[in-house]
């Protein structure tokens, strides 16, 4: 049993050793502008612009549904405005970036681990290094920057559609003006909201698009380990949005809050 | 196949970033065209007022707070962005208050003698006018949480009694309160029949007090029909030939009076004229004891007594033989 727990403590510290390597290598490919952005707008559009309609119809379906829950929660002595006031913080500050986060480790992570999971278990990135190609320029940079800033153009425009969703449901569904959504949506509102919730998507962008690359990059074994490669991914990814999510929270809420 | 790429994930962060900026605006009401009029006020504290909150004049949005700021000596300087269109109160104050339970603060703008009648906030507005400079002068309002928090001290203060009540009565204690009351239910027993009988005495005295009082109103009655009369003689003028007579008495007491005083002069001069028959009298007593003169003599000599005793019966047996022999003296002839 000792040795069990000594051996995982020693993959737990490779592992992280292996993630600083790899984007300590990235960082350093990074500096290589013209290789990787011309490969990042493509990348952008298949891992950004692709995923936009999976987003606002999570968005969509999301702002509904709080909406209708938030009308269900506070029916009694609170105002129903605050149905806006909730609508509006939770889509921007936590559902949008999250959902749109985990939708998008799905989709994405998977794509690129096992888009580079087959590259590595092909020999394709061998013979980029071969040709003294760098591999983190080509493969990993483009993608990752790709990621980082495309999720909080996706993650913006979805906070758009939820909270105009739960505006219209509110409206529509509900016993609630128009004007009085409006007066509850701009009661506690802040341009902090929207702030804390894209500085936090670009942190899941991040994260995906380098967990997606790590993964695919240690491919082995051909297509059951591409397809474990992009398993590991998803799963990782999800997780760590979660593990962010809670380190934002901690780090930014909980300063502010005091 | 690139260009179509670019195009579109330029159109798309394009229409991201434009979206998300409007939003953003709208929601946050910025006023991008500078159409609003500023005006500050001067707290010493704003509570719970955020940047967004609504400013208030008499029940109507006029505007929102757009700054909050720490100023020089302890002030808050709090700008206001004002809808141009709004007409202010001559002599504005600005005071923060809740719009409602739920933490939503609000600013309101107001004429100064419209302020409630408030000591602190008076002495907040006084302070912060006192200051000078262009600033209105503002104050804040108690907030819901104050209340409770003195509602919530006097909650623990209770809590505390009740946690002593409960480290004081013990099961001793409650025995002794058991017999406690029962003793205040005996107690109440006693209480109650002594009432009962000193309920009797009240109701005699009572009934006394009443009479006395049916009395006293009857004296009263009579007390208030003299006066009455008095009043109606008063304006009948009775009075005063009532005066006028007890003035003729008087008058006719002097004259008698006068009679009586000339009267005891005369009486004088009799007991004068008295004393003086007396000691002449009295002489003349002297000298008939003396047996002087003839009175003097008949008085002191038994002789004329007995001589006047065989008088008078000499002449009883005269008149006795008269009656007995009328004829015998008189002899009556007509012929």
Redesign the interface.
């Known amino acids: 049993m000792i040795a069990t727990i000594g051996r995982s403590f020693r993959e737990g510290v490779e592992g992280v050793g292996r993630a600083g390597s790899f984007v300590a290598e990235s960082a350093a490919a990074s500096r290589d502008l013209r290789t990787w952005l011309p490969l990042a707008v493509a990348h952008a559009r298949t891992l950004g612009v692709d995923s936009l309609p999976i987003a606002l119809f999570i968005a969509l379906f999301t702002g509904i549904v709080l909406a209708l829950l938030a009308s269900y929660s506070i029916t009694g002595a609170v105002p129903l405005y605050f149905v806006g006031t909730l609508v509006e913080k939770t889509v921007t500050m936590e559902l949008a970036p999250v959902l749109t986060g985990l939708a998008l480790a799905g989709r994405v992570g998977a794509n690129i681990a096992a888009e580079l999971g087959t590259m590595r278990v092909t020999e394709q990135i061998d013979a980029l290094e071969t040709l003294a190609y760098d591999p983190y320029s080509y493969l990993v940079v483009p993608r990752v920057v790709a990621g980082t800033l495309m999720f909080p153009i996706i993650v913006g425009i979805a906070m758009i559609v939820g909270v105009g969703a739960g505006w219209i449901s509110s409206v529509v569904l509900l016993d609630l003006s128009s004007a009085d959504f409006v007066k509850g949506m701009r009661l506690f509102f802040t341009d902090f909201d929207v702030r804390y919730g894209l500085v936090k998507s670009a942190s899941f962008g991040a994260a995906v698009t380098l967990i997606g690359c790590i993964h695919g990059m240690r491919a082995s074994g051909g297509a059951q380990g591409v397809g474990q490669a992009a398993t590991r991914a998803v799963v990782y990814s999800a997780t760590m949005i979660l593990v962010l999510d809670a380190f934002w929270a901690v780090v930014w809420l909980l300063g502010k809050s005091r | 196949m ?1 260009r179509s ?2 195009f ?2 330029g159109l ?2 394009l ?3 434009v ?2 900026v409007a ?2 605006l709208w ?3 910025a006023d991008l065209r500078n159409r609003h009029e500023r005006a500050t006020a001067r707290f010493r504290d704003v509570g719970s007022v ?3 909150a609504s400013v208030v004049l008499r029940g109507v949005r006029a505007g929102r707070v757009e700054r909050i700021e720490l100023g020089r000596d302890g002030w808050v300087e709090l700008t206001m962005a004002l809808d141009p269109s709004v007409e202010l109160p001559r002599a504005p104050v600005v005071l923060l208050n809740e719009s ?1 339970l ?1 933490g ?1 603060w609000q600013a309101t703008v107001t004429e100064v003698s419209a302020v409630p009648r408030d000591e602190v906030v008076e002495r907040q507005l006084a302070e912060a006018r006192s200051a000078g400079g262009d600033a209105w002068p503002g104050a804040t309002l108690p907030d819901i949480a104050q209340l409770t928090a003195v509602a919530g001290r006097i909650a623990g203060d209770v809590a505390s009694v009740a946690g002593r009540f409960e480290v004081a009565f013990d099961d001793q204690a409650a025995r002794e309160l058991r017999g406690s009351i029962k003793n205040f239910a005996t107690l109440s027993d006693a209480l109650s029949q002594t009432v009962r009988r000193q309920s009797t005495n009240l109701d005699a005295l009572s009934a006394d007090l009443r009479l006395g009082m049916r009395r006293l109103a009857q004296s009263a009655e009579t007390v208030q029909r003299v006066a009455e009369r008095v009043d109606s003689s008063t304006a009948t003028g009775e009075v005063r030939r009532i005066v006028d007579d007890i003035a003729t008495a008087a008058q006719q007491l002097k004259e008698t009076s006068d009679e009586v005083r000339a009267m005891s002069r005369q009486l004088t001069r009799s007991q004068g004229r008295l004393e003086s028959v007396l000691t002449t009298t009295d002489s003349v007593m002297l000298k008939i004891n003396a047996g002087q003169g003839s009175i003097g003599l008949l008085v002191n000599d038994p002789t004329l007594y007995r001589r006047s005793d065989s008088l008078v019966v000499d002449l009883r047996a005269l008149v006795a033989d008269f009656k007995a022999n009328p004829k015998k003296y008189v002899n009556l002839r007509v012929f």
Do not use: L, Y
Request: hydrophobic share 50%; proline share 0%.
């Open positions: 690139k790429n670019d579109v994930v798309t962060v229409v991201g970033v979206a998300i939003a953003t929601v946050k009401q955020r940047v967004g409602s739920f939503e």
